[in-house]
């Protein structure tokens, strides 16, 4: 059974750093994207970035490069999202989601980690 | 990057009834690279159709998809008690993908 498994909830304060993951089991890690995903709380699906694990190659939306960094261990079979300072506009559910190829859909999603970024 | 814009924002019917949802890009989505997912509240995304109009795994023929180039249409020709959810198109054929800001489908 093909599972994309995230890292649960987490809240810290405006500044802080932060590393969010997902796990990847059921299927062949290195052959499928791992794109990240944010929902802002009661708002609609925000594409973030996306890495190629067998390569680490990554591809990040506008809005979101450069404000946060997409990584992955393809040894842990895991993909990271990750924050060098946060922002309390940061507060949102992030979900990693698979894809095969770099034009496909997301067909498997992890089930979303909560960061709650407030002072 | 795309801007992908859906209509209505929401659509309330009555089980059995029959629900059309928009997706509009603002250019060409290249070769059709356009799915649809729905989100139940607390529930990740479920991806219902890619390719336009090709039906992910276990998802009942009652879904189609349909359009091409910048205009795409999901519709669900009866509605069951567990369609009522909101819906997003997603384009994936550009550098940077972009999702609709989706349409929430109530019971009337």
């Known amino acids: 059974e093909v599972q994309l498994v995230q890292s649960g909830a987490e809240v810290k304060r405006p500044g802080e750093s932060l590393k969010i993951s997902c796990e990847g089991s059921?299927?062949?890690?290195?052959?499928?994207?791992v794109a990240w995903v944010r929902q802002m709380p009661g708002k609609g699906l925000e594409w973030m970035g996306i890495i190629y694990p067998a390569d680490y190659r990554t591809a990040y939306s506008p809005s979101f490069q450069g404000q946060v960094t997409i990584s992955a261990d393809k040894s842990l079979r895991t993909a990271y999202l990750q924050w060098s300072s946060l922002e309390a506009s940061d507060t949102a559910i992030y979900y990693c989601a698979r894809q095969y190829g770099d034009s496909a859909p997301n067909d498997h999603w992890g089930q979303g980690t909560l960061v709650t970024v407030s002072s | 990057e795309i801007v992908l814009t859906q209509s209505p924002g929401t659509l309330s019917l009555s089980p059995g009834e029959r629900a059309t949802l928009s997706c509009r890009a603002s250019r060409s989505v290249s070769s059709g690279y356009l799915a649809w997912y729905q989100q139940k509240p607390g529930q990740p995304p479920r991806l219902v159709i890619y390719?336009?109009?090709s039906r992910a795994t276990g998802i009942p023929d009652r879904f189609r998809g349909s359009g091409s180039g910048t205009d795409f249409t999901l519709t669900i020709s009866r509605l069951e008690p567990e369609d009522f959810a909101v819906y997003y198109c997603?384009?994936?054929?550009?550098?940077?993908?972009?999702f609709g800001q989706g349409t929430k489908v109530e019971i009337k």
């Open positions: 390719g336009a109009s």
């Open positions: 997603q384009q994936y054929g550009s550098s940077s993908w972009t």
């Open positions: 059921g299927y062949s890690f290195t052959s499928y994207w």
